[in-house]
């Protein structure tokens, strides 16, 4: 219902955060639903749900509504919410009632005490509801309401009757933060005839008084990024800046920006990312350190020790980025932070906290005294125990405490216990598939066999760690596979049903035929087969199977040792469980490497390159696979995918060092630009050519075609994986799954797999079956990414858990599934190619060698 709304194109989570909260469902219950009146006991508030028919089929106010009133309907959320949509409906009634709100305005509330307005980024209060009494009408929040509390108040301009149904979107808001201060942005005034670049925080929704804003929430927690350029705005009908809060070094008093940040409940952080604009050429630089007091409950003092962090500047790239500040695992309930200058502006677009709450339990140590009272709480509020004065000391206390304590800490032993013997357990029962899984492939030599592939090592999972920098978690039933069986029956098998076909063996080593697998097994929902793909380093490896360890010396690798004093840090651009991948400038590199290396022209200016280095905590095992990938990764060599250079393996941390493109990643390349035409060239604005396109789809398929003539299986292929230099050169990579800014692109079950679904073939997802062929499926969604210049996420109009039904779909074939649309730039012939790599039966899918000769006429060469 109501799906056509869907259409438009957000940024930010608001894209990835509009599940139904419960209206319709029941989840939230008749008692959270609540209204100032009612016209009768029929139409009360807990038949105000959408797509429902209880009672009379909606809530209604109580009497005619007047222009002047304000009735409403409430709804208890439960907990801080990110609510992005609100649907609404009249009274049916099985054609029965015609009554219906024309217009509404928005009412919350996070603390169910005061009450705010919501506006929409124009000013806006009121938003258009329903024009029948059957149709729901769908409404994106722009910006959206953090809130625990919602009131939809119905607004009429002549006395009316109006009924209404509702559902509201979003989901849970696990940052905790309920509110910020700062000083107020300002305004940069430039060049006479210019317009004033306006830099406040336009939809703070807090007090607003002697230039300080406090109490609210805004801009810095909306969902919506910064481009690199402060002046382009994400907004239409906006003025330049506006995505942006700014400040001019000086007009303070000082040379820093004070902010406090207020949340719902004691929580440990571990770091707090700040997205900064860097156009350094107009005096705009990210902050040169930042200083952060913690205070544990509002009423206490701030802590005297604070966290300190010293940021790395960057004079060469005007991307604006995201800071990470460590703080270290400190509890608090508000924060402090002071933002140093590093030039004339400081302008930032978003903050967001990396937390959990403070431990599962909230031991209260009592005073000698106090009443020997412990109480134990889940840490929701600050727990206090009332002062009892004049009472005496009967001695008692310390043997209080003393037994308290011993119990605790045997209970603390107990739980080790439990846990070890189940982790114990776990391991014994996988050893078997461990050990099928493990296949051979063979490459260039009969004795070079090796497999990159994370051993399935537990991850480490703590409430203290989100898995993305704020992409909120699906609804609870699709965090439990058995919720995702039971959707799709016929996949509900035992594991061992899928033996034939599943795992990761390459389509030469497979044991039975595509046909054969499909028709003597069903197969099943394989998130409880398929280990993390995420590397060390949190780059997606190359599937290649079996090395032995000790097989593996230094004279494997086939790069040398390159000096690691030379290498200089600019910024992280990405992250995995044991690994980092930095962007560094190498020293002499081209000097090092001598003639024929494959570095971008510098035009005088230092080399870019990305190294993966190796954290210290490492294990045993994510250090052999470092090792293992460095060997795999310095025998390729082709064109089209990204080289490793050098090595840093004589101490440590272990690194590799690979080409990195100026130019950053094809996704963010096509989408920052326009087709060619003659409004693109007499505006100046960026734009790419059909030509242009097309030979970025023979490169990667060039690529694909080496990587396939070893066996190689990419597993992750898509935009945000192929970098591109200034002559338009592409080389394939593996770094898009351990970057923030594509976190959206990922599916995480249970922490255990992060899966880029939206772009897997039907048997990797229900089977785990990665293959040449599935990389080929990728390939045809890299080609629709390409021709839509990247302006939208495959399948954007369904949610993570209807593109994995929608994987079902194909495996029954019935023609019920859903294909992506013809991008309109796209010639017919090559959608139809695409259409032919997105083949339900593996075997009728083409080769890479088959699509490179398909699309390679095309190119002027």
Avoid at 87 to 99: K, L, M
Avoid at 398 to 406: D, E, H, N, Y
């Amino acid at each position: 219902y109501g799906c056509c709304t869907f259409l438009m194109i957000i940024d930010g989570p608001q894209a990835h955060c509009r599940y139904p909260l419960g209206m319709e469902d029941g989840r939230i219950k008749d008692h959270d639903i609540t209204a100032s009146s009612q016209w009768y006991e029929t139409t009360g508030p807990q038949y105000a749900r959408l797509n429902r028919e209880e009672g009379d089929g909606a809530w209604c106010p109580a009497g005619l509504l007047q222009p002047s009133d304000t009735q409403y309907l409430q709804v208890d959320l439960g907990q801080l919410t990110f609510l992005t949509v609100v649907g609404t409906q009249g009274r049916y009634a099985r054609n029965s009632g015609n009554e219906f709100a024309r217009m509404y305005r928005l009412n919350y509330s996070r603390d169910g005490l005061l009450w705010k307005s919501w506006k929409n980024r124009l000013g806006d209060k009121i938003m258009k509801a329903n024009d029948n009494s059957y149709a729901s009408v769908i409404k994106d929040l722009h910006p959206p309401v953090i809130s625990r509390f919602i009131r939809l108040i119905p607004v009429t301009q002549v006395p009316n009757t109006v009924c209404m149904r509702v559902e509201l979107y979003g989901c849970p808001w696990h940052d905790g933060l309920i509110s910020y201060s700062s000083p107020e942005g300002q305004q940069m005034y430039s060049s006479p005839g210019y317009p004033i670049v306006s830099l406040n925080d336009s939809t703070y929704d807090g007090v607003h008084e002697r230039r300080k804003l406090s109490g609210g929430l805004g801009q810095l927690t909306d969902g919506v990024i910064g481009q690199d350029d402060f002046l382009v705005t994400r907004q239409y009908h906006v003025w330049q800046g506006y995505d942006y809060v700014g400040w001019k070094n000086g007009s303070l008093g000082s040379g820093h920006v004070e902010m406090e940040f207020v949340f719902d409940k004691q929580r440990n952080f571990t770091s707090m990312k700040v997205h900064c604009n860097n156009m350094f050429q107009s005096g705009v630089k990210i902050f040169s350190s930042v200083s952060c007091s913690f205070k544990p409950r509002l009423l206490a003092n701030w802590e005297a020790e604070p966290a300190e962090f010293h940021t790395v500047l960057d004079d060469r790239n005007p991307s604006a980025r995201y800071v990470t500040v460590p703080l270290g695992r400190r509890t608090a309930k508000a924060l402090r932070c002071r933002f140093t200058f590093a030039d004339m502006w400081m302008m930032f677009s978003e903050i967001s906290f990396q937390s959990g709450e403070k431990g599962r339990w909230v031991n209260t140590v009592i005073p000698t005294q106090m009443t020997p009272v412990v109480t134990s709480a889940w840490p929701n509020e600050e727990t206090t125990n009332p002062s009892v004065e004049g009472q005496p000391d009967n001695g008692n206390t310390p043997v209080l405490i003393g037994c308290l304590v011993t119990i605790i800490l045997l209970l603390v032993v107990i739980i080790f216990l439990i846990l070890r013997c189940q982790y114990v357990c776990k391991v014994l029962e996988k050893a078997p598939r461990r050990i099928l899984e493990e296949v051979t492939v063979r490459l260039s030599s009969s004795s070079d066999t090796v497999i990159l592939q994370t051993p399935p090592v537990p991850p480490r999972v703590s409430q203290m760690d989100p898995p993305y920098e704020r992409i909120f978690l699906l609804d609870p039933q699709y965090q439990d596979p058995a919720a995702l069986r039971n959707k799709l029956p016929e996949l509900s098998q035992s594991a061992e049903a899928s033996a034939c076909g599943g795992g990761y063996a390459e389509p030469d080593v497979t044991q039975c035929t595509p046909h054969q697998c499909f028709h003597n097994s069903v197969p099943h929902y394989a998130e409880t087969d398929i280990v993390s793909l995420q590397g060390v380093t949190g780059s997606n490896m190359y599937a290649v199977p079996a090395l032995t360890v000790d097989s593996l010396t230094r004279k494997d690798i086939s790069v040398a040792e390159f000096p690691r004093h030379r290498l200089f840090f600019r910024e992280k651009l990405g992250e995995g469980q044991f690994g980092e991948v930095h962007l560094c400038e190498a020293e002499g590199l081209p000097e090092f490497l001598g003639e024929g290396a494959p570095l971008p022209d510098r035009d005088g200016r230092s080399v870019l390159v990305a190294v993966k280095q190796l954290r210290a905590d490492a294990t045993n095992n994510a250090r052999n696979d470092f090792l293992k990938e460095i060997k795999i990764m310095s025998r390729l060599n082709d064109p089209n995918i990204i080289q490793l250079l050098c090595v840093c393996v004589s101490s440590d941390p272990l690194c590799m060092v690979t080409e990195y493109m100026e130019n950053g990643d094809l996704n963010m390349f096509l989408s920052q630009r326009e087709m060619e035409s003659t409004l693109t060239h007499a505006n100046n604005i960026p734009s790419v050519s059909l030509s242009d396109l097309l030979h970025m789809s023979v490169q990667i398929s060039s690529g694909m075609r080496y990587l396939a003539s070893l066996n190689f299986v990419h597993r992750d292929l898509a935009t945000r994986n192929c970098l591109l230099d200034r002559r338009l050169t592409i080389k394939i990579a593996d770094f898009g799954m351990s970057r923030n800014l594509y976190s959206s692109d990922y599916y995480r079950i249970q922490g255990r797999a992060v899966l880029p679904i939206r772009w897997m073939a039907w048997e990797s997802i229900l089977l785990g079956k990665f293959t040449t062929a599935s990389d080929v499926w990728a390939f045809g969604v890299t080609l629709w990414e390409i021709f839509t210049l990247c302006k939208e996420q495959p399948y954007s109009l369904l949610s993570d858990e209807q593109v994995i039904e929608n994987t079902g779909e194909f495996f029954r074939n019935q023609g019920r599934q859903i294909f992506l649309f013809p991008p309109p730039l796209c010639p017919s012939s090559l959608f139809e190619l695409m259409m032919r790599c997105w083949d339900r039966d593996i075997a009728d899918r083409p080769t890479f060698e088959g699509l490179y000769q398909a699309l390679r006429p095309h190119v002027a060469l």
